[in-house]
């Protein structure tokens, strides 16, 4: 059974730095697609990034291109989001998430099939 369990967030000042993880655990994720999902107050759970694990090729949506990385260590099976430049509307509870590969979207979360409890990331003004 796949488990995932997500640190690293917290409250930071615009422009500022996190570096979120995930660890992973229970089966070899070697025919896994990772990803960093984020839902805010009131809002649907949307795509942040992720990372085909055994290819290394990474995705990320508009708002967060170029301030966030997402990687992956394959010894420590752990997938980590750096966030630079966080911006408050980055505030949101930000999920690990694993999907099996398949035809399926990447980019839905609702194809996605094991979910970590989520961390907190609030971006002050």
């Known amino acids: 059974q796949v488990q995932l369990v997500e640190s690293g967030g917290g409250l930071v000042q615009a422009g500022g730095s996190l570096r979120l993880s995930c660890a992973a655990s229970?089966?070899?994720?070697?025919?896994?697609?990772m990803g960093w999902f984020r839902q805010a107050p009131g809002k649907e759970r949307e795509f942040a990034a992720l990372?085909?694990?055994?290819?290394?090729?990474?995705y990320y949506t508009d708002s967060v291109k170029g301030r966030f990385t997402i990687s992956r260590d394959n010894a420590k099976n752990t997938v980590y989001l750096q966030m630079n430049s966080l911006k408050p509307e980055d505030t949101a509870v930000y999920y690990c998430?694993?999907?099996?590969?398949?035809?399926?979207?990447?980019?839905?979360?609702?194809?996605?099939?094991?979910w970590g409890r989520g961390t907190q990331v609030t971006v002050s003004s």
């Open positions: 998430a694993a999907k099996l590969k398949s035809l399926r979207s990447i980019f839905d979360y609702r194809n996605y099939d094991s």
């Open positions: 229970g089966r070899s994720f070697s025919n896994y697609i």
């Open positions: 990372i085909n694990w055994s290819r290394g090729n990474t």
